[in-house]
């Protein structure tokens, strides 16, 4: 499957299977439903893609095109402050892989997460570096052996939603990327929340880390599915039954925990701007009269 | 008692001892009855305490550099007056603290004044500053009562800090009163042209802002760090956004972000945070995203000198990405060029598209001057060519510079930091390589600077860059008034040069390029481009001196037609 409805000679490939085909499908449902319900076009849209097989969702598959920015290894959700604190009415969503976002790109989530930043991130993890050809990812599971970890991975596995929520990133959801409609509606909803959202995606690489399986599970073989439901009488308001979620481990699948008290970034800026006025150039200048 | 054209007072003291304010109050209080002034401030990378000195050189016509030799040394404490006693000229005054005790054969003449105890008799503690400024009015023959006036100003409403600081005038000049002045400077000549008294980081920001900035991410950094605090403060209203990054990586991707949203944006660092953007300003030149590096030199590398001057980083700033790219790059060399650069800067970027290096360095960063006031009607504001036109918009598909689209309006696209297509998408064709290697270089076209020059018939000529021009300046009008045939050049656009400077530079038997890097960096790439260029170096973190510059442009010229060892 190459190219794009737009251009015949896009010739980027996932692999078979691939999580990030489900996920992009998911981010096309969300777009659009956005789009209609706001009677706003596409153009309004910033995609802002880290480095990587998942760095390739920069584009939808179909229809008219969000503006994207394919930008440098780590460094999806500085691109992505600038461009939402230039233009505050646009839609701007950061998608990025495991690797991306929790190494190379870690030192950027705190600081985001601080400032509230109205965004969506919507981050597909694999557990591995694929297009690199399969080394070890901040998230793949303790002595797994993987080409850069021959004897096993001598580190611990990162669990990256505990790690939001100790941040205070705002909305935290967790979905798995073979449920495109209700990721979706996780993605909608991190879009419309007024903060710093991420939407957090077990999307399994078939070549490297194929893990549909364990989060499938099989009741035939009494395997317990790695992905489970949060039941509708969780709290998300709740940052202790958020970590309750979190702590039972697996990919649970769901709105985790959602503070809609604190303002975002901009919010915030634009109260500053209702009491500081700026001065023209030429006053500024004045000040140094002599 | 000799009548003299300007005077050089320089203050030494530690941190914390009101040594920086000094220069600058004797700077501002001179600039204020029409005197020409300029300062020139030197410390230690700490808060209180460590050696710290600045000094104000004050004249009835422009200056152009620190000068030379010291006509008075205010020595706040032992140390400072042995550090600095040697730079005093013969007949020069070293005005002393108390705890100072000068060498048995010391042949200045030293002025014992107890700074702190006469402050103390204001009920002002502070005001130990102003006991020197008025001792300061009585040796170089300066009415106390621009002093006076300066303070009733600076410290308008404040009564009872005003009174304070005049007693403090007084008692100091009261105290110097038999002293003989060193000099008369003669009655100012008041300009007739508006002026303003500011600093090089200062004019920078105004030129941003002037520029119409309207988006700036930076993070601490010395000498950068005055202009995000201007910024955080004035870049305010609707549409603009100033901010403190979390990191120079952050700074400069943040910046791109916005310029890719359609704004103007800036950020600026110093020497380490520029190492840690060049992988961002790669992205700028490949993505085609306008945006302004500010780099304010420092001494380098790595920590290096934080609070010292240098000229290294031209190296840096000519090539701060890996792959093909030729990042254009202006530097400022006077505190009038700090905010002109800014402007061109910013020009620049919308004009061509891409990222513009803007270089400063400590000493302009930190020299407060008065200068004429920019004619802001008179100096052009460019803005990009944005795109128009309906969706299906392919971005990248001219081999020569396009209609920029910005989002929340038609055109959307990939601005990719991956070689791409015509469609901004990821590609791995060589035609598309060349297409858009080919692409990104031709716009470069598009930037011609201007440069100056003066005596261009001569065979031999000296160029220097950056804040280095106004030593140069100087000593070069030494070395004319001397009879020396010698030709002078300067430009602020390093990259791309203006062709037809070194059209002119080629046709010399020598090129003179002083510069405070030990490499002779600026030299090299004029080399490179077949210009027949040494460089003077110097790397002591601190600028030239106009009449050592000259004796060594004049040595150099002795030796010319001799082998000379060209700096590697």
Known sequence: MTGTAKNPEYDFLWCPGCGDFGVRRALEFAMRDWNIEREIPMHDNVVVAGIGCSGNLVHLYEGEQPYGFHGIHGRSLPLALGVKMAREDLNVVVVAGDGDFLSIGMEHIAPQASRNLNICAVIMDNGVYGLTKGQSSPTTVEDTVTSSTPYGKLESSLNPLDLYLTLGVTYIASGYSTKPRDLAGLIKRGMEHDGFSIVHVNSPCTTYNDTYALLKGNKAKGIDPLAWEIPDDHDSTSKSAARGVIEQGGVPLGVIYQDDSRPSLDQRLGAVRERVTGRSAEDLLNTFAV | ?568
């Open chain 2, 1 to 568: 008692m000799a009548s003299r054209s300007e005077i050089i007072v320089r203050f030494a003291g530690e941190g914390g001892q009101g040594v920086v304010t000094a220069a600058e109050m004797l700077a501002r209080a001179a600039t204020g009855v029409g005197y020409h002034a300029l300062t020139f401030a030197t410390f230690p990378s700490q808060i209180l305490g460590g050696p710290t000195w600045t000094q104000a050189r004050v004249s009835r016509t422009p200056v152009e550099s620190p000068g030379d030799a010291i006509d008075i040394l205010v020595a706040f404490n032992d140390v400072a007056y042995h550090e600095h006693r040697t730079e005093v000229h013969d007949g020069g005054i070293i005005l002393l603290d108390p705890s100072v005790t000068p060498l048995s054969d010391e042949h200045l003449r030293c002025v014992t004044v107890p700074f702190d105890e006469l402050a103390k008799q204001t009920g002002e503690s502070r005001a130990a500053n102003m006991v020197v400024m008025g001792g300061l009015s009585r040796l170089i023959n300066m009415p106390v009562h621009y002093f006076k006036d300066f303070v009733s100003q600076r410290f308008a409403g404040r009564d009872k800090v005003v009174e304070a600081n005049h007693i403090a005038l007084d008692l100091g000049l009261a105290h110097l009163a038999e002293e003989d002045p060193i000099s008369d400077l003669g009655e100012p000549e008041k300009p007739d042209y508006e002026q303003v008294f500011i600093k090089g980081n200062d004019a920078l920001s105004v030129g941003a802002l002037h520029a119409g900035i309207e988006f700036y991410f930076g993070y601490p950094i010395s000498p950068a760090t005055p202009i995000l605090v201007y910024m955080e403060r004035n870049l305010v209203g609707e549409g603009k956004f100033a901010y403190q990054a979390s990191s120079e990586i952050e700074a400069i991707t943040g910046i791109i972000g916005a310029g890719f949203a359609g704004k103007k944006s800036m950020t600026a660092t110093s020497g380490p945070g520029f190492t840690l953007m060049g992988e961002g300003i790669g992205l700028a030149w490949m993505a085609e995203i306008p945006c302004v590096i500010v780099d304010v030199q420092r001494g380098g590398p790595a920590t290096g000198l934080p609070t010292k001057t240098e000229q290294s980083d031209l190296n840096a700033a000519l090539s701060p990405a890996h792959g093909d790219s030729s990042i254009p790059v202006i530097a400022a060399g006077s505190v009038d060029e700090c905010f002109l650069a800014t402007v061109h800067a910013f020009n620049w970027a919308e004009r061509y598209q891409g990222p513009v290096i803007l270089l400063s360095e400590h000493s302009l960063a930190e020299r407060a001057q008065n200068i004429a006031k920019p004619d802001l009607a008179a100096i052009p504001v460019e803005s990009r060519n944005v795109y128009k036109g309906e969706n299906g918009y392919l971005r990248y598909e001219s081999q020569e510079i396009s209609p920029f689209p910005v989002p929340g309006g038609a055109g959307a696209y990939i601005a990719n930091g991956s070689e791409h297509d015509i469609y901004g998408d990821t590609t791995h064709l060589a035609k598309y390589h060349i297409q858009m290697t080919e692409r990104r270089f031709g716009k470069l076209k598009l930037l011609e600077g201007t440069y100056e020059s003066d005596n261009a018939s001569a065979s031999v000529a000296v160029i220097p860059w950056g804040g280095s021009k106004g030593s140069a300046r100087e000593a070069f009008q030494q070395l004319r008034s001397a009879g020396v045939d010698i030709a002078w050049y300067y430009t602020m656009f390093l990259n791309p040069l203006p062709t037809a400077l070194l059209d002119e530079l080629r046709s010399k038997d020598l090129v003179i390029v002083p510069e405070l890097n030990y490499q002779g960096q600026f030299a090299s790439v004029l080399r490179s481009q077949g210009v027949k260029a040494e460089a003077i170096t110097q790397y002591t973190g601190l600028p030239f001196r106009p009449t050592e510059l000259g004796e060594r442009i004049k040595a150099r010229l002795a030796g010319a037609g001799q082998p000379q060892a060209v700096n590697a």
